[in-house]
């Protein structure tokens, strides 16, 4: 059974609701910080910096989050840090599967440069994959503008922020939700 607290005031996108607070990882690059919900979405992260506004703000009842994660029920999860570092590792368990999200801030930071590295790897079996990247500058209220996709390269900016995603090619930009795909097993 998951664990799962519950928002007091605002009502929680259904893609990332919210959980006890001891579940989430933490990611850092010394100029910035962002929050790993067990289900594989950032869910909290100001961008450039520590005090800047949220760009992903799902952990407060936002719609905005960077969700990497098995499109299939999974029966165990489990995260922890590699040793010595802030890179969190998610596990997730299926019948069929077992996965893992590597995740991390790149070090050296620049106050005006953030590089946030997700790494999925099936360990185990065949496992279906989402993605899910819904930015929106100043805690939700100016969305992404003018996406392009050039080569596997995703690019798109809205108050003074730019944004690049590698690897999604064949994603999909919705103007409400921002990036989709879904990944069938066996298939990157």
């Not at 390269?153 to 930009?173: I, N």
């Amino acid at each position: 059974m998951k664990d799962r607290a519950q928002a007091p005031t605002a009502v929680p996108d259904p893609a990332c609701p919210p959980w006890v607070l001891r579940e989430y990882g933490v990611i850092a690059d010394g100029e910035r910080g962002a929050l790993v919900d067990p289900e594989g979405g950032i869910v909290w992260l100001c961008a450039p910096r520590w005090h800047s506004d949220a760009v992903f703000s799902a952990m407060i009842g936002g719609a905005e989050h960077f969700t990497v994660a098995p499109a299939d029920d999974w029966h165990v999860w489990g995260g922890a840090y590699e040793e010595g570092t802030l890179i969190w590792v998610n596990r997730w368990v299926s019948a069929d599967s077992v996965i893992e999200c590597r995740d991390a801030l790149a070090m050296p930071a620049r106050p005006d440069r953030l590089v946030l590295l997700r790494r999925i790897h099936v360990v185990e079996g065949a496992a279906r994959l989402r993605l899910e990247l819904d930015a929106r500058p100043r805690f939700g209220a100016r969305r992404m503008r003018d996406p392009r996709l050039e080569g596997d390269v995703w690019t798109a900016a809205a108050e003074g922020l730019r944004m690049r995603l590698r690897g999604a090619r064949h994603a999909s930009w919705d103007p409400e939700t921002g990036l989709r795909r879904r990944v069938p097993a066996g298939q990157g």
